[in-house]
């Protein structure tokens, strides 16, 4: 069987950044054996060897896909590091997710002593669930809680 | 409705976008998705509009982006937040399966055996009915409020037994807990029996078992010494189905499903297969592929294909069900209503092996024979080669906790996030999809694997193309947003 033949493309790592150039690599590398050589003045020499089955069409048409993938891969890079700080506060948000409480009445019936024992609670509260979820604590989600540990020894009793 | 702070429109650049993936179809539309499980599909030249932060605010294409959470300063974020804690509820509920392999023995020789099963008349692999007791308890240890327990084998027939103790204390349990507990069986129904069946149906227990399609094509993959398997199935199935359709006042019956493997002899039939369904009543298939793993993976060459070639199988049969479809006939694909599910409803349906991270011990337990317990029943199958890297621990000798904090539970969960994995990380279908650790190892030798080379990765990618190609095409998208209608 003829080998199928090699190809390559220059990529400037200095301008699209080498992130970028490594992963529209990697993602080649279903199709070809990719090798990334340094090159003078920030350049890169990414060479593709077309794995075995695959069709001489698919390999001629590496150098186009890698640089397809590098544009979307810069893209990405792009969205990724303006997002990073909002999509972790969203994700947090998610994790400690509780739907949100129906709106009081405007008149809560309190007085303006209860309302202030009230209030002061909640930040309590707010601040326990703050510091709770701000360090990482060891098992946020109760993963290695056992049943007896939540509900108690005789469970909710409820009868099917 | 929560806004971000900036009320400006998109500005014209990248960082006026919010997080999202896309990926580029054939024929040019790019799929968007972000972390909430929103998707939206845009042709080429909105894709380009939409990067270049170039559409024009108030445009319907606008509204339908802002809505789904592809505009920054748009962004509903308690919705947000609340759609990803929905697809995500299952992170802290503890493992809902738990899957008790009551023998290795099996009088099946199925061509395809991904069970790691044993013949007939070997000795030392049953489970004893004390020790069947004791996974019944470990399993409640779960906090998750619905667990289903589910006997497997071997055939699990082959132990009855085991199976019947641990079906009365699962039971007895549960009253005493007040807790809601479903039992599962599945078996080849070829040592079923009146009695049994009976047993069964008066302690709710739910049944399901293997179909590959007509006479010929079943009894090829599923070789039974003691006679043809598939008279076995096709007979029991119309049992089940008939006290389905009677029920009594005294217990609930559930109506019987049926599992089909695809091997090498299944490619090219998926008509035949998907009719022998129809005919037996049973409203779902489920056009599985098979993976390398365990017995199969020594098989392979004999019985196992390329990711290409079950893709073409599978859209040849999905196709044809929904030509049924169209014909008034009920029947419905599983992978399709369970990614579907995921897409359009934004709710997770359970399939453990599509999970981030994958359902390995948060999600399902395999108890093995002899108490051992494994991060799922794939695992156990790679213990039976001698690789107990999957291993979470035994029933008799560690703690529910020891298990759920055990390497293999943490190096699972590690491995499927797709978060750590380059590729998924990237893709449109990161939201829907999940990686299977032990598949990597089986077949790249290691947890993590390599996706852009991963069978399994190609061929998930295969289905999800295909449903989007669907669901962008009127007449089959209401047939599949009908599959998932609540």
């Given at each position: ?7 390559s ?25 990719v ?17 075995p ?18 544009e ?5 890079e792009?969205?990724a ?25 405007p ?19 707010e ?28 469970g ?5 | ?13 990248a ?48 509204k339908?982006?802002?809505a ?11 919705g ?10 299952f992170?802290?509920a ?12 099996c009088n ?10 044993v013949?007939?008349?070997?000795r030392?692999?049953?489970m ?6 004791k996974c ?19 055939e ?7 199976l ?11 009253r ?5 507990v ?7 129904f ?21 179909l ?20 076995a ?7 089940f ?15 019987p ?14 008509k035949?297969?998907?009719d ?9 298939v ?6 390398p793993i ?5 098989l ?34 599983r992978n ?20 981030c991270?994958c ?7 395999a108890?093995?024979h ?16 001698g690789?107990?890297l999957?291993k ?9 906790s ?19 994995q ?14 299977c ?21 190609g ?7 295909t ?5 962008a ?5 209401k ?6 209608s609540?």
């Amino acid at each position: 069987m003829a080998k199928t033949k090699k190809s390559s493309v220059i990529a400037d790592a200095g301008r699209d950044g080498l992130s970028a150039v490594r992963y529209a690599a990697y993602s080649l590398s279903g199709s070809a054996y990719v090798f990334l050589k340094p090159l003078a003045g920030g350049k890169v020499l990414a060479e593709f060897e077309p794995k075995p089955g695959v069709d001489a069409r698919a390999a001629a048409g590496l150098p186009a896909r890698f640089r397809l993938e590098l544009e979307d891969e810069k893209f990405r890079e792009k969205i990724a590091a303006g997002n990073s700080s909002l999509r972790e506060f969203l994700l947090l948000k998610a994790v400690n997710y509780a739907p949100k409480a129906p709106e009081p009445e405007p008149d809560s019936g309190l007085t303006p002593k209860q309302e202030k024992e009230l209030n002061d609670l909640i930040h309590q509260i707010e601040k326990e669930i703050k510091a709770e979820t701000a360090g990482g604590k060891k098992d946020p989600l109760g993963i290695t809680r056992t049943w007896e540990d939540k509900y108690g020894s005789n469970g909710n009793k409820k009868k099917r | 409705m929560a806004r971000t702070a900036t009320k400006k429109s998109a500005k014209g650049t990248a960082a006026a976008l919010p997080h999202f993936n896309f990926r580029r179809l054939s024929g040019g539309a790019v799929l968007l998705t972000n972390d909430s499980g929103m998707h939206a599909s845009l042709s080429g030249a909105q894709f380009r509009q939409f990067r270049d932060g170039r559409v024009a605010a108030g445009s319907a294409l606008y509204k339908d982006l802002a809505a789904k959470g592809f505009v920054r300063d748009m962004m509903d974020i308690e919705g947000y937040a609340a759609a990803c804690a929905k697809k995500n509820s299952f992170l802290g509920a503890g493992p809902g399966l738990h899957i008790l392999v009551l023998t290795l023995r099996c009088n099946h020789k199925c061509v395809y055996c991904q069970s790691s099963a044993v013949g007939q008349a070997s000795r030392g692999t049953d489970m004893s009915p004390a020790l069947a007791r004791k996974c019944v308890d470990f399993a409640l240890k779960s906090t998750n409020p619905g667990i289903t327990i589910e006997f497997q084998g071997g055939e699990p027939l082959l132990n009855w037994e085991a199976l019947k103790a641990s079906v009365l204390h699962a039971r007895r349990r549960a009253r005493e807990l007040g807790r809601e507990v479903r039992l599962a069986l599945v078996s080849n129904f070829s040592l079923m029996t009146e009695e049994k069946a009976r047993f069964l149906l008066a302690n709710e227990v739910s049944i399901c078992t293997s179909l590959d399609g007509p006479a010929d094509l079943h009894d090829k993959n599923r070789v039974f010494a003691g006679g043809g398997s598939h008279a076995a199935t096709v007979k029991w199935l119309k049992y089940f189905s008939a006290a389905y359709k009677k029920q009594v006042p005294e217990f609930r019956t559930f109506k019987p499903s049926a599992l089909l493997t695809v091997s090498r002899y299944s490619l090219g039939r998926e008509k035949q297969i998907v009719d022998e369904y129809v005919r037996l009543g049973l409203e779902d298939v489920f056009l599985r592929p098979l993976a390398p793993i365990g017995y199969a993976k020594q098989l392979w060459d004999k019985v196992g294909y390329e990711p290409a070639d079950f893709l073409s199988f599978y859209r040849a049969g999905l196709d044809y069900i929904l030509k049924l479809n169209a014909r008034g006939v009920t029947i419905r694909e599983r992978n399709a209503v369970m990614m579907l599910e995921k897409i359009l409803n934004g709710t997770d349906p359970g399939y453990l092996d599509m999970r981030c991270p994958c359902g390995a011990v948060i999600g399902q337990l395999a108890y093995n024979h002899n108490g051992d317990i494994y991060a799922c029943d794939e695992g156990r199958m790679v213990g039976w080669q001698g690789d107990d890297l999957f291993k979470a621990g035994n029933v008799e000798r560690d703690s529910y906790s020891k298990v759920m904090l055990s390497q293999a539970s943490r190096a699972c969960a590690a491995a499927s996030s797709l978060d750590t994995q380059p590729q998924c990380s990237r893709c449109a279908y990161k939201p829907f999809c999940g990686v299977c650790p032990v598949y990597n190892y089986e077949t790249q030798g290691s947890l993590s694997g390599e996706m852009p080379s991963n069978g399994r990765c190609g061929l998930f990618m295969g289905l999800f193309d295909t449903l989007f190609s669907l669901l962008a095409k009127p007449a089959s998208a209401k047939i599949l947003k009908g599959w998932v209608s609540k």
